[in-house]
């Protein structure tokens, strides 16, 4: 099936959101660990414990916000965990919709077949 450009432009924006969303959490524990490691004083590592936790309450509020990516087909949550009983979760590394099917990187899979059929 062919992706629309929204649909396209949407699986972008989702994994534009993760790669953002994953880095956002560790950056503020390497700060946290360089600090108290290359300045050794007390006081720094009560620093580096506020350096680490503002950082980490606006990663982790921005990670709520961002939340739950719709999916640009079906407009159903994409991260979510379907089961039996509805939805019961968020799983952040899905790979596809749990609605429709739509995989995360079904653009670039489009975008190789058709190069792989032009090609012959």
């Not at 992706?3 to 949407?10: A, M, P, S």
């Not at 503020?28 to 506020?50: D, F, K, N, Y």
């Not at 982790?60 to 939805?87: M, Q």
Request: with cysteine.
């Amino acid at each position: 099936m062919e992706l629309t450009r929204d649909e396209r432009d949407g699986l972008h924006r989702i994994r534009r959101m993760r790669r953002l969303r994953w880095l956002l959490v560790p950056t503020p524990v390497l700060v946290a660990i360089l600090t108290t490691s290359l300045t050794g004083s007390e006081r720094a590592g009560g620093a580096a414990g506020l350096a680490v936790v503002l950082p980490m309450v606006f990663g982790f509020g921005g990670w709520s916000i961002s939340g739950n990516p719709k999916c640009p087909r079906c407009g159903s949550h994409f991260e979510a965990l379907r089961w039996a009983s509805g939805v019961s979760g968020i799983n952040p590394f899905s790979q596809k919709c749990p609605y429709c099917g739509l995989a995360l990187h079904a653009d670039a899979e489009q975008a190789s077949r058709g190069t792989r059929q032009r090609g012959t």
